[in-house]
């Protein structure tokens, strides 16, 4: 599928295309926003007009509290205003994403909820369990659990598989840390074959990039 900046028609992209956007994997908080912000998008390009805009270089997003130098050749969704959501070639294929989640506010799927001065490795089994629970995640497969800095505070890198249903096997990478009344997330997940391994490299650079305000 190919998405044009500032509401442009699509150009020979068909019905059948489009509507893999609306099977896009779940996320670990918020599926169930992400999946009606899909539809959203299906509907806005079924009818000519999808709410992207491509990207290059800074980013600020100062009501979410954070920076980060953005990819060419990537498109930002306009009609997500609490999270940085980009992808390339759809998010059914791939995409990235950064947000963050409020200390004390409960989690989606276990109904747990994050809290000061925990370890990263405890927000990380934490992130885990939410993942776990997720009954739209089938067969998750943790590949790595590793503390990590991010944006120069102590957090954690996961690496995990899943399946959906009726989709390919997909791949998360997901870099976590908690800081002050907030923990962030900067996650990339995509098709484990052919499109994860193929736009990791870009993903890593914009998660190098990434800082607080």
């Known amino acids: 599928m190919v998405l044009h900046r500032h509401c442009e ?6 019905q059948s295309r489009l509507l893999e956007i609306a099977s896009v994997a779940p996320l670990p908080r918020k599926d169930t926003l992400f999946h009606a912000f899909a539809i959203v ?53 791939q995409y990235m994403r950064i947000e963050r989640v409020a200390v004390g506010d409960e989690l989606t799927h276990t109904k747990k909820k994050f809290a000061k001065r925990m370890s990263p490795q405890d927000v990380a089994e934490v992130e885990l369990e939410e993942v776990r629970s997720d009954q739209g995640m089938r067969n998750v497969e943790l590949l790595e659990n590793a503390p990590l800095q991010v944006a120069g505070f102590p957090g954690f ?9 009726g989709g390919p096997r997909l791949k998360r990478v997901h870099y976590g840390l908690l800081v002050r009344d907030w923990v962030y997330r900067v996650q990339y997940q995509a098709a484990a074959k052919y499109y994860f391994d ?16």
């Not at 028609?9 to 068909?14: E, I, P, S, V």
């Not at 890198?157 to 249903?165: G, S």
């Open 9 to 14: 028609r699509l150009q020979g992209a068909k």
């Open 41 to 93: 998008l299906l509907l806005g390009a079924l009818s000519g007009c999808a709410d992207w805009v491509q990207v290059e270089g800074p980013y600020r997003m100062d009501s979410q509290g954070y920076e980060a130098s953005l990819p060419a050749g990537w498109r930002r969704a306009t009609t997500v205003s609490d999270s940085l959501l980009l992808t390339r070639d759809g998010v059914s294929l």
């Open 157 to 165: 890198k996961l690496v995990y598989t899943f399946k959906i249903e």
């Open 198 to 213: 193929k736009d990791l490299s870009t993903f890593e650079r914009v998660r190098e990039s990434f800082r607080l305000l």
